[in-house]
């Protein structure tokens, strides 16, 4: 496989999923657009926020990061399921795979491609959220807040999202994980909305054998033992190599998975 | 996917956003009860007095906004912070509240009983009942064992009343997102009936009317008194059982007669932000005058020359006219001496007498005759290792020489050592004390000068040799410009030591705040006092008034409950 058709196989995902990878990053805000609300219309919102100083803005900063991880790690996990189920069934579905097929690629390299760049941009979009979140939270409590300032809570900030790095981690490799199992439904079936019944089902068993774990894997332990604070930033997301290391390997298992579904499918 | 594309979604998700701004704009423009503050409109029109504080959560966002409290979020940050979210989270911030004295109506034992009541209405439902769960319920809880609660309809009210091994305790009222708390029945049947427009309200009574136009405010809080109402409870009270509650109601209503409070038309106060501090004004009306009130308003104003002596870093300074103290101190005593005349006891002359007789001075004649016409005290930064303040009284006197000699005549009745010292030309006397105490004066200019402190005799001392004053000051000019007339008194501070006393009065709750070591430059505080044609008016100027008080008060009793509730 020549650069021209690596470069021109990487434009041509990236050309057909940039609109969706868009909507997939704002969907995965909607925490941000629940608290937008949630401020305009509860004047005792607004008091909390407006009654913020510098100090205090730290447990506001540590909440926001803990409410994001815990969309991702949830309802945010069947977003994604939604927006992955679409990588391969509905080219097959359409036929519109076929035109890869004339080019000078083999078939595995056609799935990697779509893998790729579909696990890059999502996890992208999955574990940048965390921080963009945090961003936001900062720059609007700065803004609103009486006696919160930029330079004042930089310092809580900058804690707070090298603790969030950690969420991060974990969302992305849960976010992988599911995508991965998304994406072999997508090669599995052809029919767009029965990739999605599957993912769903599948999302749903997983919470039930993992999803305690996982919850308290990312957030409980933050607010559990809080010690007189709403979020322990030091028990938010501790990384453990066994789960994650775990994960990966499902992922990958996954891949390879579809990789040995598509290579066997058959394909009118 | 292809949904996601379609014209029918893009359109939908167009009008959830249409619907999500137009229920905005409906919720920011429709003013919620809590900030359409009328609480005059349930109470009956012959209202004795009332006050109302309306909208307690702009009121604490205002608090928020001003410079002291931004100057304290400085040093006290996580502490003023979960101050006022505790407050938030209290239940009580969503409300306008009044506490009105309706009358006097019998009670259950058919006994003359004040007729008070408590209004809060609440911005909603969910406000009222976190208020009715956190206070309501915590007091019946409270009450314990043998409480028993009996409910009756009144129109579109639910009428409780509160008893406990058979005696009644209180009475509540819900209506709507209005809740009514009295000591007495009757008292929250009229509420209801004016609620109903069965009966005039308050808004209806032409003193109301003028109080409430000449307050200038309706933010903040408001209060009022009608005096005709007033005085006529205290002429229509019953005397009693027994000779002696007759005569002390007797008594009572002479001593009111006697200080002019019949003749008070009205009063009313007002408390409200204005430009990032609190302006409090009240209000007297009394245009005929009788009494002791008469001689007081006869008093000439002052002219503010004793706040030459004090120095330019006084923290603080009240300096008022006295002239007539001679007239209201002969008033007053022969009032005390109609009322506290006993067969057997002594009365106010005996205790003068007795003082006389113990010290080799005569009160009236000697301190309070020798009185000129101004008065001031002070309170300047102590310049000693111990820090601190020390205090300075500064009186015009009328003869330097006999009010000198009344001080060697005391000092020489109780043996104490006199001493006398110069200090710039002028001679700092000093009567020994108790356990190494004593007073050090000094006359100056005309003015005894005396303190417990040597030092804060000789500073003003410096201050009449040229010194900085006071009354120079930069600060106390600004403050002193917004006297609209020559002033009875006036009352100036500093506000050097404002946050180590807001964190006093704020302590004591569940957040540490500082109480030593915070100073910040808050403009002064500045009140004053004129007597008016048809009355006297009062008005200052504080960093904060009385709100975090209230606010603390408020928040801090329902923490308070809370925490008894929890523990049960």
Known sequence: MSKDILKAMLWKEWRETRLKWLAFAAAFHIPLVIATLVVIFRESARFDLYALSDPVAEQLFAFAIVFQSGFLITAGLFLLAFFAVGSIGAELDNQSMFFLFERPVKRWHVLLFKYAVGAVQTTTCVGVSILTTLTAVYLVAAALASNVSLAGSWGSFVLVASNGLRGTVWAVTVSLMVYSATFLFSVWFEKWWIAVIAGAVSLVLMFIYLGSYLIDWVISRATRNTEGESVNLELYGQLEFAPIFGMLLIASGLYFASQYVFARKEMK | ?568
Request: proline share 4%.
């Open chain 2, 1 to 568: 996917m292809e949904k996601l594309k379609s014209k029918g979604f893009i359109l939908f998700a167009a009008a959830a956003v249409l619907l999500a701004g137009v229920a905005a704009a409906v919720e920011f423009a429709q003013p919620t009860k809590a900030v359409n503050p009328r609480l005059e409109r349930l109470l009956p029109a012959d209202t004795v007095g009332f006050v109302e504080v309306n909208d307690l959560r702009a009121q604490a966002l205002k608090v928020i906004e001003s410079e002291a409290w931004r100057e304290f979020s400085k040093e006290n940050s996580s502490a003023s912070s979960l101050f006022m979210i505790g407050a938030n989270h209290a239940g009580i911030l969503d409300a306008n509240y009044a506490v009105a004295l309706l009358g006097v109506g019998s009670g259950e034992s058919g006994r003359p009983e004040p007729q008070f009541v408590v209004l809060a209405q609440f911005d909603d439902r969910d406000a009222r009942r976190t208020f009715e769960y956190r206070v309501l319920r915590f007091v019946r809880d409270g009450m314990s064992k043998g409480v028993e609660i009996k409910t009756e309809e009144m129109g579109d009210a639910r009428v409780n009343t509160v008893k406990r091994l058979g005696v009644h305790r209180f009475t509540y009222a819900q209506a709507g997102n209005l809740l009514v708390v009295s000591n007495n029945d009757a008292a929250i049947r009229r509420v209801l009936e004016v609620r109903e427009g069965k009966a005039p309200s308050l808004e209806s009574n032409e003193k109301f009317k003028q109080a409430r136009a000449g307050s200038g405010a309706v933010d903040g809080m408001f209060g009022f008194l009608d005096g005709a109402a007033l005085t006529a409870i205290v002429d229509s009270v019953p005397a009693g059982e027994g000779e002696r509650a007759a005569e002390r109601v007797a008594a009572f209503r002479q001593l009111f007669h006697g200080v002019g409070a019949a003749s008070v038309h009205s009063a009313s106060f007002t408390s409200a932000f204005e430009d990032g501090r609190v302006v409090e004004r009240f209000r007297l009306v009394a245009p005929g005058r009788e009494g002791v009130l008469a001689t007081i308003a006869a008093n000439p104003p002052t002219e503010g020359r004793l706040l030459a002596l004090v120095p330019e870093d006084a923290v603080q300074a009240f300096d008022a006219s006295v002239a007539n103290a001679p007239q209201t101190f002969d008033q007053m005593l022969a009032l005390a001496s109609q009322l506290g005349q006993r067969p057997g006891g002594k009365g106010p002359a005996d205790a003068l007498a007795e003082f006389t007789e113990k010290t080799g001075v005569d009160f009236r004649a000697e301190i309070i005759g020798a009185l000129g016409g101004e008065f001031c005290a002070a309170q300047l930064p102590s310049n000693g290792p111990e820090g601190g303040h020390e205090g300075v009284l500064i009186l015009n006197v009328r003869d330097e020489g006999a009010f000198a000699q009344t001080l060697a005549k005391f000092a020489e009745k109780n043996g104490r050592e006199t001493t006398a010292r110069d200090y710039k030309g002028v001679s700092v006397r000093r009567v020994a004390g108790e356990k190494g105490g004593g007073l050090e004066y000094a006359f100056v200019g005309g003015a005894f000068v005396a303190s417990g402190r040597g030092s804060a005799v000789e500073r003003v001392i410096d201050t009449a040799k040229g010194g900085r004053s006071l009354r120079d000051a930069a600060a106390y000019q600004s403050a002193s410009a917004q006297l609209k007339a020559q002033p009875q008194f006036v009352y100036f501070n500093s506000n050097a030591n404002y946050l180590n006393s807001l964190g006093r009065q704020l302590q004591g709750g569940e957040y540490e705040f500082k109480t030593e070591g915070q100073r910040a430059s808050l403009r002064p505080s500045f009140a004053f006092g004129v007597t008016r044609e048809d009355g006297f008016y009062v008005e200052s100027r504080t960093p904060l008034g009385t709100f975090p008080r209230m606010l603390t008060a408020v928040s801090s009793r329902l923490g308070d409950e809370k925490k008894t509730a929890a523990a049960e």
